[in-house]
């Protein structure tokens, strides 16, 4: 069974509920780094502890929700192990995986459907890396 890391801020609260259970469906073991409430929160909290359990091996891969996800992404990736995408359609998220090898999902909840969001996650982690080529740029992100 695979190990997720899922985890938002208010903005993306309810997303994330959605998303753990159809996560779970999946059959996939899920760790709900938080927030537990709409109530105002500073996504930084939850996008740390989430970036070290990616890097740290203790999860495969993770999804980060907020408003526009700008904000989780910018935090995750200041992590040296993580390689968070900010994705709105499954076509970003494939290539995501494609051609950056790319360990974090980060989802704008503003701006797409719980539909869009599951196709999303689908294309996510159903897609491998392609390495080759692109496995040298990857190899240059970390500085």
Wanted: with cysteine; charged share 20%; glycine share 6%.
């Amino acid at each position: 069974m695979k190990k997720l890391s899922i985890g938002a801020d208010h903005a993306g609260f309810e997303l994330k509920e959605q998303l753990k259970i159809f996560l779970q469906s999946k059959n996939y073991l899920v760790e709900d780094f938080g927030t537990h409430s709409n109530d105002s929160m500073d996504y930084p909290d939850v996008a740390h502890p989430l970036a070290i359990s990616v890097e740290d091996y203790s999860a495969e891969m993770g999804i980060l929700i907020c408003g526009s996800a700008n904000g989780v992404a910018m935090a995750a990736n200041k992590h040296q192990g993580i390689r968070a995408a900010i994705c709105w359609n499954s076509e970003l998220a494939a290539l995501a995986r494609q051609h950056n090898n790319a360990n974090v999902l980060c989802l704008p909840a503003r701006f797409i459907s719980v539909d869009e969001a599951t196709d999303i996650v689908n294309a996510f982690l159903e897609t491998a890396f392609e390495g080759g080529r692109h496995q040298r740029r990857v190899d240059k992100v970390s500085c």
